[in-house]
């Protein structure tokens, strides 16, 4: 019907911003993405949106897809053509009608433009035809996911792909016969025909496009009450033990979760259906459609060698999709400037959940160590980001997630909540969600109902908090007269920028020989006198941030360190090994030998299995990061011994895996690699260890990075494997751990080419063993082509790939080398993107302090 494609515009009339009987500036222009002006108006124009997509599934996933779709609108402004967000070539429509009458296809820049003479003011209908391929459909031999979020929908199929024009989403679905499906909707019926099965869904609840969303594919499923709602489960998980394992678990913990969020919100569960799927190697940890919730299926299906840390991250991770129900599905924010908003909510419930079923003491010390290290991450380097970002097109909005949003955010609610009390929080909380069900919201929508139950200034207070990146560095003074303090101060100064002050309340805890002394700090301005101190015995020493609460660079006492695994609570020996660690990075009171020696002296009497995790983290960072290659090849005995007895000597079997971890992570010695080997050949662990399949494919992975003589050791882990999905993962890994550098070269240069990084987890596992420090002499000419790439890996691949594609490159470089390519690349892209300039300065941060903490 349609003869041929008609660019609509021309350049010269779109850069001007003129057409017939308009003035200039009356219209945005037909630009990439989907920017703000564009979302600004359609949002006043459009209304009542309808989508109607029949979609028509192959079998071969190289195949494109036959897709019709119907979309229903009111139109209140007439004032410039309709803009239809659609990334694919125009040439992929096939038929375009609007309001029964066909047209000529007119695209440009990603848009779909009809012209006004074919619309009216009232209800509109536009009916499309056309072809889609692969772009956030995820497909796979025989499975696919759709994943939207922020902005991906446009590149499937023609919508208004903006988060504020919510509408409801009519699908069906053909697929191959013996598919299993799940959506938003409910399944009305199917139909089989021959190979072939139609799946018919409910009208959606009412969505933002990025929350639309669908799973097809060879699964197994399995229903259960979950609540008021019967919930369905798809997942292609095939280990017996880990399904007898983990799916009433899973159940329950949704289960769990809902009740609590309906208790705290007062608020029904808001959708029409309950249904999650568990995705082989998803991008990230869940994503929250209502009735279809994603998730990583490794994150889900747990056996019975997992860590406690494991299984109360699960319950975590199914917590927070879970509390999105409220805060993002159904309260959504107008623009992804707000994108914190519901992830800051839906890990502060989560967290909640967590209190709630592990205890106070167990979710104090969680939130310490889930949050804290990960904010300052990104919070102490140069390319710190607010909180709340600008963003001007939905095409940047991936690059403004991160540490920042996920785990800076949950921090400021608590001190928030700490704030207004808890009574008046939630109240505050309750009275928003009421307000604005099943609508949109900003930040300051929020905030101003949230002053209506709080004495203080929350703009003031939300300025630095949410609007100014950084973190502050606290230091302290003590008087004394005689044995009694006489006089304790305490200051604070931004670490970089301009001077601010972080209101904020934190504990001190004064140390004496038979007993202890708990203080609050409540810190309003740059300098407090503590007052309560005055008067009180000389300490032994200090511990700041004894709570666990406040936030930045709080100074270490010294003393401490000589009694730092003899204090008895978990919680302040977790906060004195955050701020020693920080302290380090820093130059403040410890080299990198230093601390790493100090740490290593915890792996046998620190029993608490999330601080050993900790513990053993930061010393793998430090061995790896902070000591030079000959200094590192020195210790490297000494530390394999350590972790190795300190195995063998602690008892809790969580802790024993997390020592051995440990030991596989750092090993450098012929009689260490050695040992690993014939504990993945025998498939015998040391004792009280317990190895999954997952752990020997790892170990299988470090000998092939490690040994020095060809092996067949990943040929050898794939033919023990049953699972197909593990299977061609390792696939996948083999060339990026070859001992033959040209392999390499040409498993790097494959990247280059967008179908090599849809497995984007497999991409950044890959990278990271290629850039591991043992092969970096041979990788580091990939740094200026991994930067090049970067601006392509934000447009084409999921929200959370930039950072972990720099992440896994630079993780563990040191070298002056490194440090140049980072500098010449920023000097000569002057005008590079700067959301993507400052991801490269958060994720080279450590490659900088490390070339100013050694010398280089």
């Known amino acids: 019907m349609i003869s041929k494609l008609k660019i609509y515009l021309t350049s010269a009339l779109l850069l001007t911003g003129l057409t017939s009987g308009f003035a200039q500036g009356a219209r945005p222009l037909v630009e990439t993405g989907v920017s703000l002006k564009l979302a600004t108006y359609r949002r006043t124009a459009v209304s009542n949106i309808q989508y109607t997509l029949n979609l028509d599934i192959p079998a071969d996933k190289a195949q494109l897809i036959d897709a019709t779709e119907n979309i229903s609108f009111t139109l209140k402004s007439l004032v410039q053509p309709l803009q239809l967000d659609f990334k694919q070539a125009g040439e992929r429509i096939t ?20 012209d006004q003479q074919h619309l009216h003011a009232g209800v509109n209908n536009i009916a499309l035809k056309f072809k889609t391929g692969d772009q956030s459909l995820n497909r796979n031999d025989d499975y696919l996911y759709a994943l939207f979020v922020p902005d991906h929908a446009r590149t499937v199929f023609p919508c208004f792909d903006q988060p504020d024009l919510k509408a409801r989403f009519l699908l069906t679905m053909q697929v191959p016969s013996g598919w299993k499906v799940l959506a938003n909707g409910a399944k009305k ?20 496009t990025y929350l639309f969303s669908f799973t097809a594919g ?52 808001p959708f029409q259906k309950v249904g999650f799927v568990a995705v082989p190697d998803f991008q990230f940890g869940g994503m929250e459609h209502p009735g279809e919730v994603q998730y990583k299926a490794s994150s889900l299906f747990l056996d019975d060698g997992a860590t406690k840390d494991q299984f109360i991250s699960r319950s975590n991770l199914i917590s927070h999709e879970t509390a999105h129900m409220w805060f993002g599905d159904m309260v959504t924010m107008e623009w992804f400037n707000d994108v914190w908003m519901k992830e800051v909510f839906a890990n502060f419930m989560a967290d909640k959940v967590t209190e709630k079923m592990m205890g106070t003491e167990t979710f104090n010390l969680k939130f310490l160590q889930d949050h804290y290290p990960a904010a300052y991450g990104i919070d102490r380097t140069q390319g710190a980001n607010p909180i709340r970002q600008q963003l001007d097109n939905l095409q940047d909005a991936g690059s403004m997630y991160g540490n920042i949003i996920y785990h800076k955010a949950p921090i400021m609610m608590r001190q928030l909540e700490l704030l207004m009390g808890k009574e008046n929080f939630r109240l505050g909380i309750q009275q928003y ?52 303090i006489s006089q304790f101060t305490i200051t604070q100064h931004a ?21 202890s002394k708990t203080l609050t700090v409540n810190m309003q301005g740059d300098k407090v006198a503590v007052k309560t101190a005055e008067g009180l015995g000389k300490p032994q020493y200090v511990i700041f941030n004894s709570d666990g609460i406040g936030y930045g660079l709080f100074p270490t006492d010294v003393n401490a360190t000589g009694n730092l695994f003899e204090i008895e609570s978990p919680l302040q020996r977790a906060s004195l090994y955050i701020s020693a660690y920080e302290n380090m990075l820093a130059g403040r009171y410890f080299k990198p030998h230093e601390l790493l020696s100090l740490f290593m002296k915890g792996l046998v009497v620190e029993k608490n299995e999330m601080n050993l995790r900790m513990l053993t983290g930061y010393i793998g960072s430090i061995y790896w990061e ?28 969580n802790n024993k895996k997390i020592l051995f971890r440990a030991y596989q992570d750092v090993y450098l010695s012929a009689a260490a690699q050695s040992n690993i ?11 009280g260890v317990k190895l999954t399949e997952e752990d020997y494919t790892s170990l299988a992975f470090s000998v092939a990075l490690k040994s020095d003589t060809t092996t067949s050791i990943l040929k050898q882990q794939e033919e023990r494997i049953t699972n197909t999905d593990r299977k061609k993962r390792i696939e996948f890994m083999m060339p990026a751990l070859s001992l033959d550098p040209q392999v390499r070269d040409n498993f790097f240069n494959s990247l280059s080419d967008r179908k090599n990084r849809q497995k984007e ?37 999921d929200i959370f790939f930039p950072q972990s594609w720099l992440g896994s490159i630079f993780g563990n470089y040191q070298s002056k080398e490194a440090v140049q390519v980072v500098a010449e690349f920023l000097k000569n892209n002057p005008g590079y993107n700067p959301k993507l300039r400052d991801k490269i300065l958060q994720s080279t941060d450590n490659l900088m302090r490390a070339e100013r903490l050694l010398g280089n």
Do not use: C
């Open 218 to 269: 060879k699964y197994a499923d399995v229903k259960q009450s979950v609540g008021k709602h019967t919930a369905e489960f798809l997942y292609r998980e095939t280990d017996p033990t880990k399904i007898k394992l983990s799916v009433d678990s899973v159940f329950i913990a949704h289960k769990n979760a809902i009740s609590f969020l309906e208790g705290w919100t007062g608020i029904p569960f």
């Open 626 to 653: 902070f000591v030079t290659p000959a200094t590192r090849q020195n210790l490297s005995t000494r530390v394999e011994q350590s972790f190795w007895e300190a195995m063998q000597q602690q008892t809790a079997a």
């Open 433 to 484: 969600l009421k307000k604005y069900t099943y609508t949109n919201a900003t930040w300051n929508d929020l905030i101003a109902i949230l002053s209506k139950h709080s004495k203080t200034d929350l703009y003031a207070w939300n300025k630095v908090w949410v609007n100014q990146p950084g973190r502050p560095v606290f230091d302290y003074h003590i008087s004394y007269a005689g044995n009694k």
């Open 677 to 687: 080997y014939n504990i993945w050949l025998q498939k015998q662990p040391p004792a």
């Open 495 to 515: 670490e970089f920028g301009e001077q601010r002050v972080w209101p904020q309340a934190f504990s001190i805890t004064l140390v004496y020989p038979t007993n």
């Open 95 to 114: 038929s375009l009608i609007v309001n029964g009458k066909p047209i000529d296809v007119n695209a440009f820049n990603e848009h779909v433009i009809v």
């Open 189 to 208: 019926d199917s139909v089989v025909n021959g190979s072939r099965t139609t799946f018919h869904f409910a009208n959606s609840d009412k969505l933002p």
């Open 761 to 797: 987890a497999w991409v950044t596992s890959a990278l990271s063993y290629l850039n591991h420090p043992l092969r970096q002499s041979t990788s580091v000419k990939y740094l200026p082509k991994s930067l090049e790439l970067l601006e392509e890996i934000q447009k084409t691949g």
